[in-house]
């Protein structure tokens, strides 16, 4: 069977992720992203109005002309997760492919939502729910299978799509890190994964996210990130002033987190921010997650400024505000505080919780730096890094090498000098660079069997 995979979006930066795999004459996408830092350059651009054309002559969503030169039938679009660089276009692309969005529950019910606030295009693919574990055949030739493997990330519900075919298996490698104490969700799925590496015709190719691949040692637990978090918090308990607490708001296991330590230190935890409610309250509808039933969200900015006045008259001591705005995002809720844009008044001495790492990219550490500066002139007090990575660092980089031993390896999820620790690593493992690791750039296609 000719297996053909065409590297779309991601392969030259970290967002706008898109990867086909043509398995005789069945296609199957995986992922459909955002490159977000191409927005935020531009002030005031408002995605869900625009073209997909114009989205991709700024590089924010991926160019997926190149598919017309694949020659098969799209069968399904699988998202791996609900991160925005991940499923950020399929409400921009996915009209184009008479095929179904397939992806596990919480991941489904964001790309719904994406969906339901597109006002250029109607998408009305179906949406198919499959959780981690479970298969499903792809296409008629009855050769084709699809499996999603339970994996760890920064956000629930995140997987490893396979694409089984008769000349071995596809692993679709974003996004993950080896987490074997998470907070709310189950192990990562390392013994599936070995099992994957021995099956059948083992592993045809490995397509892998390299974003810590220069990053010595492992990547730690979330669990560690909870005890660090809960340490921070238990430090604070006895101020009697402002503590405010920022995270990723797609993170449900440090929302979690902070959400019951706020509680622990005698304030009431409110999250406030359109993402914020929007991620928490579909992960506490859906039952990922158990939160306090007098737990506050509110997203609309009218209902967030009527909370921050109630928090000021009835005193700042007793809450603890989690805020969208960690990487500094302009219209964020933290940049809005910072600029003094709220009712909320930061004092001198006021607490900061950054339970975040800024995205090592030039547009987010110039927003961030504006804002700590910000909140630095009214007085703030930074805690800073309070967090653990969501991708796999070298040791988990050799352990999935040697769990899969996969023929092929296809570094992703970055440009050309974050590929090269990748690189290296790979050959130190027997792979040879234009031999088994196929270094490549966005629109390129890669014949794996002929």
Do not use: W
């Not at 603890?320 to 995002?329: A, D, K, N, R, S």
């Not at 630095?376 to 899969?404: C, K, N, P, T, W």
């Amino acid at each position: 069977m000719e297996i053909e995979i065409a590297t779309i979006g991601g392969y030259e930066e970290v967002g706008r992720q898109m990867t086909a795999v043509r398995a005789g004459d069945d296609v199957v996408v995986f992922d459909m992203g955002l490159n977000l830092s191409q927005v935020l350059i531009h002030d005031n651009v408002e995605t869900e109005k625009m073209h997909s054309l114009d989205l991709i002559d700024m590089g924010a969503i991926p160019d997926d002309r190149v598919m017309s030169d694949l020659e098969g039938d799209v069968q399904a679009i699988v998202p791996t997760h609900g991160h925005l660089d991940h499923i950020g276009a399929i409400s921009k692309l996915a009209h184009r492919y008479d095929a179904p969005v397939v992806a596990t529950p919480f991941t489904i019910e964001l790309v719904k939502q994406q969906i339901e606030g597109e006002n250029k295009f109607n998408v009305n693919n179906d949406l198919i729910k499959m959780s981690a574990g479970e298969t499903m055949s792809i296409g008629d030739s009855g050769q084709v299978e699809l499996e999603f493997v339970h994996v760890t990330h920064s956000i629930i519900d995140a997987i490893n799509p396979v694409l089984h075919t008769p000349e071995g298996a596809i692993v679709y490698g974003l996004d993950k890190r080896m987490d074997h104490s998470p907070v709310l969700e189950d192990p990562i799925d390392m013994k599936r994964f070995r099992e994957i590496g021995r099956e059948g015709n083992g592993v045809l190719a490995y397509i892998e996210d390299c974003t810590n691949a220069g990053r010595k040692g492992r990547t730690p637990s979330e669990s560690v990130a909870r005890r660090h978090l809960k340490d921070v918090m238990t430090s604070v308990e006895d101020y009697d002033g402002g503590i405010v607490a920022t995270t990723f708001s797609s993170h449900i296991s440090r929302v979690s987190s902070l959400v019951e330590f706020a509680n622990d230190i005698g304030r009431q935890p409110v999250l406030l921010g359109r993402s914020m409610e929007k991620y928490s309250g579909t992960a506490e509808r859906l039952g990922f997650v158990d939160l306090p039933d007098d737990l506050g969200m509110y997203g609309h900015r009218k209902s967030v400024d009527r909370t921050f006045k109630r928090i000021m008259k009835e005193g700042k001591e007793n809450y603890l505000p989690i805020v969208t705005g960690h990487q500094g995002e302009p219209r964020a809720m933290l940049t809005r505080m910072g600029r003094g844009e709220t009712p909320y008044e930061i004092d001198d001495g006021d607490k900061v919780i950054f339970s975040a790492r800024v995205i090592p990219e030039p547009t987010n550490e110039g927003q961030r730096y504006q804002s700590e500066r910000l909140l630095r002139m009214q007085g703030a007090r930074i805690f800073d890094d309070i967090h653990v990575s969501g991708h796999l660092r070298e040791e988990g980089h050799y352990e999935m090498l040697q769990a899969l031993q996969p023929q092929h390896v296809i570094p992703a999820h970055q440009n050309l000098k974050g590929f090269a620790p990748y690189v290296d690593l790979a050959e130190s493992q027997g792979y040879a660079l234009g031999r088994d690791v196929h270094v490549t750039r966005n629109g390129n296609m890669i014949q794996l069997v002929d």
